[in-house]
């Protein structure tokens, strides 16, 4: 029997968990706020623990469980080793999960420098016996699936848990911005000599910036097989400071764009 059919074989409701470490809290909020199709939601599963919304929340086992942020301390850790001994599916939700988004820009800077601005008691950062110091959750745990986006979109959410009720095995949006700026018919930005990061970055956001006229600064982070070096070149070509690019590649997922090759220290 597949892990994914075990919704099914024995009749009962999945039970999900929400949880949460260092972050902003932004990308549960997407969950929380989606109101009248979450309500139909939860008649179809088991909302066991979501500490956030709930006053009582049930320890694992869990069927799923969306873990929002990225490991920043010694509690990080072990809160998220704990969750992932406890599920059968554990999904990173966010570009904090998956990437280590605007926290990890730490690891271009001074440590020490750092840790002095944000926090007033550092005690809690000491004793850190982690592999990668600030880090996204798949470089501690192992990670199912992965959802990026600052926040993502609710679609997303719903989309996969409609395929696990169907007990299907999810797909994620895996289509630059560029293809949804298209589907749009959104003028191309980089014919505007502008930054946008677009044709290397997962979409799923709807170009919600370029619809606007902003330029994409890559908050999901990039696609595996995006022509990086081409795009660069562009972006070269169009007259962008390098130093720029270096910060917007910096932002949210500095350390996937060196595993791809990019120099961006």
Not at 6 to 33: D, M, N
Request: proline share 6%; hydrophobic share 35%; charged share 30%.
């Amino acid at each position: 029997m597949s892990s994914l059919s075990i919704f099914k074989k024995e009749k009962k409701k999945p039970r999900v968990a929400i949880h949460s470490i260092t972050g902003c809290a932004g990308c549960q909020l997407v969950i929380y706020f989606i109101r009248d199709k979450l309500l139909e939601l939860l008649g179809e599963i088991n909302l066991v623990a979501a500490p956030m919304i709930k006053g009582k929340n049930e320890k694992g086992s869990y069927d799923i469980c969306f873990v929002e942020g990225m490991v920043a301390c010694q509690k990080d850790f072990d809160e998220l080793k704990k969750w992932r001994e406890q599920s059968k599916f554990l999904v990173a939700w966010g570009t904090c999960a998956t990437h280590g988004n605007v926290p990890g820009i730490k690891i271009y800077m001074d440590k020490e420098g750092v840790e002095n601005r944000v926090y007033k008691d550092k005690s809690h950062l000491d004793g850190d016996k982690r592999p990668v110091v600030p880090s996204p959750i798949k470089e501690c745990v192992k990670v199912d699936y992965e959802i990026s986006g600052c926040p993502p979109e609710e679609i997303e959410f719903l989309r996969m848990m409609q395929r696990f009720l169907m007990n299907v095995k999810p797909v994620v949006y895996n289509e630059p911005v560029c293809v949804e700026c298209t589907q749009r018919e959104i003028k191309c930005l980089l014919e505007d000599e502008k930054e946008c990061l677009g044709p290397m970055i997962r979409g799923g956001c709807n170009a919600l910036c370029p619809a606007v006229n902003h330029a994409c600064t890559g908050c999901h982070g990039p696609l595996e097989d995006a022509n990086i070096p081409q795009v660069l070149k562009l972006l070269e070509e169009n007259g962008i400071p390098k130093e720029l690019v270096k910060q917007r590649l910096q932002k949210y997922a500095g350390p996937e764009f060196e595993k791809l090759g990019v120099k961006i220290r």
